[in-house]
């Protein structure tokens, strides 16, 4: 089969567009379809989560974190494997598992702003991991009980004490609350 528009290659490229109900079919060789795409061919554009992660680096903190300095100077490297903070704003990727601690104070409002959180909680399935949400409420319970004592609310911590303690006899007998 020839390609559809110059008539004169082997067409290798074949797209079939369907709009309200009328089929469309067209054959284009490797060089037309490489003219072709900077165009489009119709289709949105792929979102890449490096890209968007460099943008969300380089656009939205610009003036509070990364991208303080252009892309283009480098700025700050980490100690471990020797990326740039440029490097990180142009790609969206950090180099190592350093990166995350040497670039910390520029990270925490990115990762804030992106998961509302700077701390990975993780996530327990709803029909299994009673158990594991057991635990995780008793941890909550504890950290509350902690900071009613610091505030001297005897009352509440009374309530929380007795509350963890109904968790992890339930926990003990294997149920769930």
């Known amino acids: 089969m020839l390609c559809d528009r110059c008539g ?8 079939t ?5 009328h089929k469309n079919e067209t054959h284009l060789c490797q060089v037309c379809a490489n003219e072709i795409q900077p165009q489009g061919f119709g289709l949105a554009p792929q979102l890449n989560l ?13 003036g509070a974190g990364f991208g303080q300095q252009p892309a283009a100077a480098g700025g700050d490297k980490c100690t471990s494997c ?6 990180i704003m142009k790609h969206g990727l950090l180099g190592c598992g350093d990166c995350y601690t040497h ?11 992106i998961h509302g959180n700077t701390r990975h909680t993780g996530k327990v399935p709803g029909r299994t991991g009673g158990r594991a949400r057991l635990v995780k ?9 902690k900071e009613a004592v610091s505030r001297e609310e005897f ?3 009374a309530q929380l004490r007795d509350a963890i303690r109904d968790l992890e006899k339930s926990l003990e007998e294997g149920g769930e609350a």
Do not use: S, W
Not at 17 to 21: F, S
Not at 50 to 62: C, I, K, Q, V, W
Not at 82 to 87: L, V
């Open 103 to 113: 670039f910390e104070e520029k990270m925490q409002p990115l990762l804030r702003r």
């Open 50 to 62: 490096h890209h968007f992660l460099a943008g969300l680096l380089n656009h939205e903190l610009g």
């Open 82 to 87: 020797g990326m740039a903070e440029g490097q």
């Open 155 to 157: 009352e509440r911590a």
């Open 137 to 145: 409420e008793i941890e909550k319970l504890k950290g509350q009980l």
């Open 17 to 21: 567009e369907i709009t309200n109900g």
């Open 8 to 15: 004169q290659r082997q067409a290798t490229v074949h797209l």
